[in-house]
């Protein structure tokens, strides 16, 4: 798709919002939810992707869409600016409201308590209430609300759930409450969008925006090569989950649709109030919020890594479906091949893992295992050393009893330092779990078989330059030399905690 944006002489002799107006005009995705168009004339703000077109005039630019609600737009009920992928030029002035924007827009869960959330940064209720109001005119428990009622308008526009099943997988227990809160919001009843919808797809199937370019072949063979037993398999360019939330089982499609720049989820879940969750999980899962031109902005000062932003645009970084598996994978893959570790992930999930309810290939598809199915199993016959079945027992029971956490929001040194203190877990497991688990940006595991080598070959890389993205170099050294560099021997093991090839 050819754009504006691709004359450099041009772009760098416009205003900022020269550069707005002219990426709206073009519709370019890679905008998407980097700002938003308040129309004057109709006091609606949209994404610059919207198929409206206003005079110059008439709109003013925003950074997000909380300061163009705060400014006293509504939201466009034709591009659904709550469907644009979210900005990682976070919101707010302080570092305290940043991060709790963020963790609001990436929850899991749709219930909220002031009191816990507030506590994740450290502060009282009543002054992260007080930031709120200060910095974006909202408190968080009415971001999190207004989350709940995004939700409901996408399943309204996108999929056939009946209304009343909506509400209830928007968190609502009234339906007249329902009713009235998203008639305030968005100023048509429920029933009406649904009427103006022409058509819906059959089964729950959503679209999840991202911003181009997107590496999506590239997340989908990491995910090939690191499958995680039988729980995942792959039909040409789709990726299938099985999937387990509160007890409950079920599957998760997800392939590609470059056309509209958006993945497509078909879920097929029992409980509708666990869509937010899976939802949440998916765009964590292909990193659908990272922002392309920003990252590559960074990483292409260096000559060598953009000729490699060349051949592998829109590279994203790879994690898993679960933080707790992404760990236990990572604690039995060391020392080891990707082949070897796969295989062992694949045997404990035999061991210790429940029935699905699922059959592949004759097959019954068990569970990955919890912290407490770990520590309940005996773990003898699984074919690993003694020392790294002690170290899976080690990790599940600090897990367990919340020594250690897993959740995004903590301080990464600290996460580090006290994930270490287990026996058997070192520098690389830490930060392989940094980057993947906690999914910091930040992270590079330098004692990586593959990425060691990488840095043999690009000795002049200066990764401190690279910060806040040298995960992202990471990402792209395992895409670029996932077959050329395993073909070395062998370094020796002894005194070395990079054995491994991750890609």
Known sequence: MATFFQKKSYTKSMKKSDIYYEAMKARDHRFDG???????????????????????????FFNSHLEAEKAGYRPCLRCRPESAPQSPAWVGKSAVVQRAVKVLNSQETLEFNEDDFAALFGVSARHLRRLFIDEIGKTPKQLSFENRLNLARKLIVETSLPVTEVAFAAGFDSIRRFNDSFKDRFKKAPRDLRRQKSEVSDGLCVTLAYRPPFDFAGLLNSYKNHRVGSLEWFLEDKMIRVIAIDGKVGTVTISDDPARSSLMLEIDFPDTSMIHSIISRVRNLFDLD?????????????????????????IRLPSGW????????????????????????????ELAGKDSGFILNNTRI?????????????LQSLKTTTIRKQTLREFSKALAEKKISLQPTQDVDQFLKDIQNIRGIGPWTAHYMALKVLRHTDTFPATDLILARALEKHHKLKLKELSPW????????????AHTLTKKKSVKKKGRSHDKSTT
């Open 470 to 481: 040298r995960g992202y170099v990471a990402a792209l050294f395992w895409r670029n030399y």
């Open 322 to 349: 679960d933080p707790f598996e992404v760990a236990i994978s990572a604690i039995l893959g060391q020392l080891v091949s990707v082949e070897r570790g796969r295989a062992l992930v694949a045997d404990l999930i």
């Open 290 to 314: 990272s922002d392309p031109v920003i990252v590559a902005n960074c990483l292409e000062s260096d000559k060598e890594l953009k000729k490699m932003l060349q051949i592998y645009p829109g």
């Open 366 to 378: 068990k569970l990955f295992p919890t912290a407490q199915d770990i520590l309940a199993c005996d």
């Open 34 to 60: 980097k700002f938003f168009v308040g129309v004057k004339t109709t006091g609606i703000y949209c994404r610059p992707i919207c198929p409206a077109k206003p005079k110059k005039e008439n709109v003013e």
